[in-house]
């Protein structure tokens, strides 16, 4: 009996939640004979829009993206100058760039940036990409936007890069080509204007046919190691200036610099031997004095003190017996 009460309870159970699912449905189904307009979230009227068909045909119909939405990565490559910016703070590393330095401007980009790089390559790969937008902040001439672009799914991981770069291989390896011509054309023009600034620096002084070539002393050697040239007079100075006694003779005589004198390392002094008894009484071991007790002082007794233990203790007197007076016989009638 019970098994059969709680069969029946649970069909009367299934009956009343389907009623009330269905009066929910028959409910919305009434609401449901307009579509709902597509208004995005920056309308003030979203949250009251609550009724209507909700489901769009997408991708005929969408809901509005905000402005400041951040999505897929676009280049405009014609405005791009190829500072590098981007892939530096870029902080997963998703976009890849080879430049190629032009010798000469080769355009002006649309807010009037001089091109002095070309972009061999420039790819941004947004399987990668965390859509922190940090690329579009330093980018100087604002060619790299994030668009609106929210459905970009591929099959492969690989078509998620996308290339920007519009140079073909011919193109790139004539500009490489180009590059290294002027680099090298450079070089030279460099190398012979520090050529010829040496030469002209450095006057050429071409000598006599009979001319002997000056005596040049050798440089003194001390016993330290270090070398001090003499500087001694020609022989002709010093024959004007014996011969003349005037001053002008005197002025051109140069001074005669004097070696400064050896300093001898001093002696060094051996310590004396001891002698055998010496060395016995040295080997002996040392005994260690016997430290004596210090004596301990006892402290002062002070006057009036009964406790110091040289005075004698007083004998005990025993207290005198006074007598009683005996009552007289008239005082007691």
Avoid: W
Avoid at 146 to 154: A, G, I, P, R
Avoid at 189 to 197: D, F, I, N, R, W
Avoid at 276 to 286: D, M, V
Avoid at 287 to 310: L, R, Y
């Amino acid at each position: 009996m019970v098994a059969v009460s709680q069969y029946f309870k649970n069909i009367k159970e299934a009956f009343s939640t389907l009623s009330g699912g269905l009066k929910l449905t028959m409910q919305y189904l009434s609401e449901a004979r307009q579509s709902r307009e597509p208004i995005g979230v920056e309308d003030k009227d979203y949250f009251e829009v609550d009724k209507g068909i909700m489901t769009l045909q997408y991708p005929y119909e969408s809901l509005p993206v905000p402005d400041n939405a951040r999505y897929r990565l676009h280049n405009e490559i014609d405005d791009c100058i190829v500072c590098d910016k981007c892939a530096k703070v870029c902080p997963v590393d998703c976009i890849d760039i080879d430049a190629i330095k032009s010798p000469e401007t080769f355009g002006v980009t649309s807010d009037g940036t001089p091109r002095r790089i070309h972009a061999a390559k420039f790819d941004i790969d947004m399987s990668k990409c965390c859509f922190c937008g940090l690329c579009t902040t330093v980018c100087p001439t604002e060619c790299l936007t994030m668009t609106k672009v929210y459905d970009f799914s591929e099959f492969e991981v690989k078509d998620h890069v996308y290339s920007f770069a519009t140079m073909s291989l011919a193109e790139i390896a004539a500009k490489r080509k180009e590059l290294e011509e002027s680099e090298a054309k450079k070089a030279a023009e460099k190398a012979q204007v520090l050529a010829s600034k040496d030469v002209s620096e450095k006057p050429q002084v071409k000598p006599s046919a009979g001319a002997k070539p000056a005596f040049r002393p050798k440089p003194m050697v001390s016993k330290k190691g270090g070398a001090k040239p003499v500087m001694k007079p020609k022989p002709e100075a010093e024959k004007d200036v014996e011969g003349s006694n005037s001053g002008e003779a005197k002025k051109a005589a140069k001074p005669v610099f004097k070696p400064k004198p050896v300093i001898k390392a001093k002696p060094v002094i051996k310590p004396k031997e001891e002698s055998s008894e010496e060395k016995k009484e040295t080997s002996k071991p040392k005994m260690k004095p016997v430290i004596k007790p210090k004596p301990v002082i006892k402290p002062k007794a002070k006057e009036g003190d009964d406790t110091s233990e040289d005075k004698p203790k007083p004998k005990f007197r025993p207290r005198p017996m006074i007598p009683k007076k005996k009552k007289d016989d008239d005082g007691d009638k």
